[in-house]
């Protein structure tokens, strides 16, 4: 008897000198009143770009705009002064089919009230709008007539229409515009207001 009772506590010293439990003993039969928690994975969502600034400017103590750099990649403008930053802003440039060109340009021509000779909307003669997103030459006027889109603080960038100015930016990071390179409203009117023509601006993808 005695022999038997020292088998069992030699094999029991055994099983706990090991990092192992029976495979008959259950967590809940030792630990009784601990609860299992299985742990989900913590998922982290982006950060939504609405909830972003649609952008930055700290250079009021800076007058004057030296260089403009769009990243397409990015859908944002870096503005510099003397190699210092001025600021961001997100952009909308062309859509797929209205791809805005790369390279270095000149802002060759300014005008604060300007209106898009190529796209806009047919209205009737008391304005109703007879339709939206209409192509001067492309879509017929008959009826009313061609009135064309609004482009507030405009900056001519190129002899065939492209530039900057004011304009929609419906969802920040991603492309809208006929290949213009909007701006929100007051970051137009700031850049406006400090970058004289002759201004360089560099588009790259």
């Given at each position: 008897?005695?022999?038997?009772?020292?088998?069992?506590?030699?094999?029991?010293?055994?099983?706990?000198?090991?990092?192992?439990?029976?495979?008959?003993?259950?967590?809940?039969?030792?630990?009784?009143?601990?609860?299992?928690?299985?742990?989900?994975?913590?998922?982290?969502?982006?950060?939504?770009?609405?909830?972003?600034?649609?952008?930055?400017?700290?250079?009021?103590?800076?007058?004057?705009?030296?260089?403009?750099?769009?990243?397409?990649?990015?859908?944002?403008?870096?503005?510099?002064?003397?190699?210092?930053?001025?600021?961001w802003t997100y952009v909308?440039?062309?859509?797929s089919g209205f791809n805005?060109?790369?390279?270095?340009?000149?802002?060759?021509?300014?005008?604060?009230?300007?209106?898009?000779?190529?796209?806009?909307?047919?209205?009737?003669?008391?304005?109703?709008?007879?339709?939206?997103?209409?192509?001067?030459?492309?879509?017929?006027?008959?009826?009313g007539r061609f009135v064309?889109?609004?482009?507030?603080?405009?900056?001519?960038?190129?002899?065939?229409?492209?530039?900057?100015?004011?304009?929609?930016?419906?969802?920040?990071?991603?492309?809208?515009?006929?290949?213009?390179?909007?701006?929100?409203?007051?970051?137009?009117?700031?850049?406006?207001?400090?970058?004289?023509?002759?201004?360089?601006?560099?588009?790259?993808?």
């Open positions: 008897m005695k022999a038997a009772r020292l088998l069992l506590s030699t094999a029991a010293a055994l099983m706990l000198s090991q990092c192992t439990l029976p495979s008959r003993v259950s967590l809940s039969s030792i630990f009784p009143s601990q609860r299992e928690v299985v742990r989900r994975p913590l998922i982290v969502q982006p950060v939504q770009a609405s909830s972003s600034p649609l952008y930055v400017w700290h250079g009021s103590g800076n007058p004057g705009l030296s260089t403009v750099t769009i990243d397409l990649s990015e859908q944002k403008a870096y503005l510099y002064k003397g190699g210092q930053s001025l600021g909308a440039t062309g859509r805005t060109p790369t390279g270095t340009f000149r802002i060759m021509e300014k005008q604060v009230d300007k209106r898009s000779n190529r796209y806009g909307s047919i209205v009737s003669s008391n304005g109703a709008v007879l339709r939206s997103n209409a192509t001067a030459g492309v879509h017929s006027a008959r009826g064309g889109a609004k482009m507030p603080y405009w900056m001519r960038l190129t002899g065939y229409g492209i530039g900057m100015h004011a304009g929609a930016i419906p969802n920040p990071g991603s492309p809208a515009s006929h290949g213009c390179i909007r701006l929100p409203y007051d970051m137009a009117q700031t850049i406006y207001q400090n970058a004289p023509v002759g201004t360089r601006v560099t588009i790259m993808r």
